[in-house]
T-cell receptor
Framework: RKEVEQDPGPFNVPEGATVAFNCTYSNSASQSFFWYRQDCRKEPKLLMSVYSSGNEDGRFTAQLNRASQYISLLIRDSKLSDSATYLC???????????FGKGTTLSVSS | EPEVTQTPSHQVTQMGQEVILRCVPI?????FYWYRQILGQKVEFLVSFYNNEISEKSEIFDDQFSVERPDGSNFTLKIRSTKLEDSAMYFCASMVGLPPLHFGNGTRLTVT
């Protein structure tokens, strides 16, 4: 299994839709997980941190399944401004670096 | 809110030339990183730095690359002899001690 693997996308959804992205990871010892958002040609920006079973922040919910080594990100009531690439990020085996998935591209249209 | 700052925003250089990319991490952060992103590809880890030494480096970070923290504020990435394939966006990041990472705006390096 690759260190971090994400749904390839792209996801094209209308405004108001609910969309979910999946991510699997290989390091079973990982204690922390992150979803970053990246707009075109910009730096990644932290969206959510996940340290236990999940986290919720407004329209965004992240869930963690340690047994399956799987993290998901759910976006409810999608807005045009949610259009971006969503990056799943987990620590490497040694815990000395954060490793990024390839990202899933979301396009929300009106 | 404190920010990681990177300079320059865009650097154009000829193949074989040396470049130095500069970063000023957030002042109370202790861990420093360089990542790169080739256009259209994933964000790739290059190197992590803590306590004035490299703590981890990837396969990409070969002998052509070096990092330095010359004073209390700057963190630099040097590429000794640039190749065409070094063209990418280079991101500096820092953290206090635990994640998450805070990224700078990046330096776009174009090697011609």
């Amino acid at each position: 299994r690759k260190e971090v693997e994400q749904d390839p996308g792209p996801f094209n959804v209308p405004e108001g839709a609910t969309v979910a992205f999946n991510c699997t990871y290989s390091n079973s010892a990982s204690q922390s997980f992150f979803w970053y958002r990246q707009d075109c040609r910009k730096e990644p920006k932290l969206l959510m941190s996940v340290y236990s079973s999940g986290n919720e922040d407004g329209r965004f919910t992240a869930q963690l399944n340690r047994a399956s080594q799987y993290i998901s990100l759910l976006i409810r009531d999608s807005k045009l401004s949610d259009s971006a690439t969503y990056l799943c990020v987990v620590p490497n085996q040694a815990g000395t670096a954060l490793i990024f998935g390839k990202g899933t591209t979301l396009s929300v249209s009106s | 809110e404190p920010e990681v700052t990177q300079t320059p925003s865009h650097q154009v250089t000829q193949m074989g030339q040396e470049v130095i990319l500069r970063c000023v991490p957030i002042s109370n952060h202790l861990y420093f990183y360089w990542y790169r992103q080739i256009l259209g590809q994933k964000v790739e880890f290059l190197v992590s730095f803590y306590n004035n030494e490299i703590s981890e480096k990837s396969e990409i970070f070969d002998d052509q690359f070096s990092v330095e923290r010359p004073d209390g504020s700057n963190f630099t990435l040097k590429i000794r002899s640039t190749k065409l394939e070094d063209s990418a966006m280079y991101f500096c990041a820092s953290m206090v001690g635990l994640p998450p990472l805070h990224f700078g705006n990046g330096t776009r390096l174009t090697v011609t």
